[in-house]
């Protein structure tokens, strides 16, 4: 006890203030810092252009947001256990994390997956696994994200077929694929097939649910993962948003009218530690995006401008070191997505800087989010910081940043050639040197890992064992000694023969897992066709 005790002292006078992102900070904000603020012009009420703040007029008062725990572990059975447990305790929708094989499409007897599967999330190989997945979770009941980029379009399809032998038609289906493969190239790095080709598959996607799947998300375009992999907020904002302008570009050019599928976009942003720049994040992107698809792509639906995201916690923030303390990082992290006004939120673990979290844990982080809609008031009023002159000035700067990033994108021809230039890498590679570099020095205090240090005892955590492998592989294979082999056959066929094409690949992907072909083998049939991308070095 003396020991904590001792802990509370005067903390060391910072040099200088600055935001997590290294934005300096005034001591003080009044009128002359928010600008020429025109109320109608720049804020507007909630559910009014351009949305700063909120896409929705009454906001919470009318319906809390989706609370979307992130799960997937370990074998398609052990996961369905989660879910339903998680449903039974309050979550309002499902969100899928993937194993490493999954995400680069492979399947778990092959080399490359040895030692990975189940690890970091669920092991799905086969429209199989899928149905185990979702057994006994009625899809018409529940709303599904689906963290998965490269193999998308086979989840999609795994996906919308057990629905179907549920009963439950496509057009009913509710949720997202994320599908944004322009951040694995940025950050993740789970790519699989070069940037063109993946875009078109991205497309396709896109395509195909606006034809036939009017609930469905067609794509959740991530700032997640770009600011996990370092980048400041106004990085993450910029990135993430300039993505959305080249989805939506590319499908303009591919013949689609921008407001038969703009309203179906959603976004996926971090909340990090900096409470009142997360909050200014969010307000930002709303105005940036409004504008953008009313100024640059002509929209004329409402919906197609209003910026719906998700929100969750971040995963970088969270130590190892006093893992309890990330609680409290998480429970500040999400009341920042609160008050930035999100639509669905996921809380992080105290345990995941360790391993995929307990079912103690898991249900410690969703009473988080349950103890802020019901006992913090937050849910009384839409946009409550709206107005602090703190709040609008740190609102204006990040936006000015994030144009500032759209400019030097656009000159470089767009996205995508932007990222075969390796330029938004790099600019997150200096933003992350310089964020350690800063932690090094003890101008940013991490408590427990620079700052408040002990002696670390013993933390139980969830552990992931070979049998899982060796049940995936077992079920693989006894699913190709069963299935019909010749449909299968003609099924990657005709797949590689439409990536040889033009047409919309999710038909014959459709097809290919109606004939229960593994995710491995559709990858492979479209690496015969596209090959692999291999990035180049970034400096």
């Not at 999330?121 to 899809?139: C, K, Q, W």
């Not at 057990?162 to 009963?167: F, I």
């Not at 997640?224 to 904002?237: K, M, V």
């Not at 939120?345 to 988080?368: F, G, Q």
């Amino acid at each position: 006890m003396k020991k904590v005790l001792d802990e509370v002292a005067e903390p060391k006078a910072a040099p200088t203030f600055t935001t997590i992102s290294g934005r300096p900070i005034e001591p003080l904000y009044g009128p002359q810092d928010a600008g020429a603020t025109d109320y109608a012009r720049d804020l507007a009420d909630p559910g009014q252009f351009p949305f700063t703040r909120g896409v929705h007029e009454t906001m919470y008062r009318g319906k809390v947001w989706t609370m979307r725990q992130f799960a997937g572990f370990g074998s398609p059975r052990e996961t369905n256990a989660r879910f339903k447990y998680l449903l039974e305790h309050g979550s309002h929708g499902l969100s899928v994390a993937f194993d490493l094989p999954t995400l680069m499409g492979r399947d778990p007897d092959h080399t490359l997956s040895l030692g990975e599967v189940g690890k970091c999330g669920v092991a799905v190989t086969s429209l199989a696994d899928m149905e185990t997945l979702f057994d006994g979770i009625p899809l018409d009941d529940v709303t599904t994200s689906m963290t998965i980029n490269s193999p998308a379009a086979m989840l999609l399809a795994f996906y919308i077929l057990v629905g179907e032998k549920q009963g439950v038609p496509q057009e009913k289906l509710a949720g997202t694929v994320q599908a944004d493969i322009l951040k694995e190239f940025i950050a993740q790095k789970e790519f699989i097939f070069p940037p063109r080709p993946s875009m078109r598959l991205v497309v396709d996607m896109i395509r195909y649910a606006t034809d036939h799947m009017p609930k469905w998300n067609s794509i959740s375009i991530s700032g997640y993962h770009i600011r996990e992999a370092g980048s400041t907020a106004a990085q993450e904002l910029a990135f993430t948003l300039r993505d959305g302008i080249e989805y939506v570009q590319w499908c303009v050019e591919a013949g689609m009218d921008v407001d038969s599928f703009a309203p179906r976009l959603s976004f996926f942003f971090n909340s990090h530690s900096d409470f009142f720049e997360e909050i200014a994040k969010y307000r930002a992107a709303r105005r940036i995006w409004a504008r953008t698809m009313r100024d640059r792509f002509q929209a004329k639906n409402p919906r197609s401008m209003m910026l719906r995201f998700h929100t969750q916690t971040a995963g970088v923030s969270l130590t190892a070191q006093q893992p309890y303390n990330n609680v409290v990082r998480t429970a500040l992290q999400a009341l920042a997505g609160v008050l930035g006004g999100t639509q669905s939120l996921h809380t992080n673990s105290l345990d995941e800087a360790l391993a995929l979290p307990t079912e103690e844990a898991v249900t410690i982080a969703l009473r988080t989010q349950q103890i802020i809609a019901h006992e913090s008031g937050v849910v009384n009023t839409a946009d409550p910081l709206g107005g602090s002159y703190f709040v609008e000035k740190l609102t204006n700067d990040i936006e000015a940043d994030a144009l500032e990033y759209f400019r030097r994108i656009d000159a470089m021809g767009g996205m995508v050639a932007a990222v075969e230039r390796g330029f938004p890498q790099r600019e997150i590679q200096e933003a992350a040197f310089q964020f350690q570099k800063a932690v090094e020095r003890g101008e940013k205090v991490i408590v427990g890992v620079n700052e408040y240090v002990m002696e670390e005892q013993p933390f139980p955590i969830l552990y992931i064992d070979e049998t899982v492998a060796q049940d995936q592989i077992a079920r693989v294979t006894a699913l190709k000694a069963t299935r019909d082999n010749d449909a299968v056959h003609k099924a990657l066929q005709s797949l590689k023969e439409a990536a040889r094409g033009t047409g919309n690949l999710m038909y014959p992907i459709l097809e290919a897992s109606r004939a229960y072909a593994t995710l491995g083998e559709m990858c492979d049939a479209l690496r015969e066709v596209w090959g692999e991308y291999e990035e180049p070095p970034i400096f």
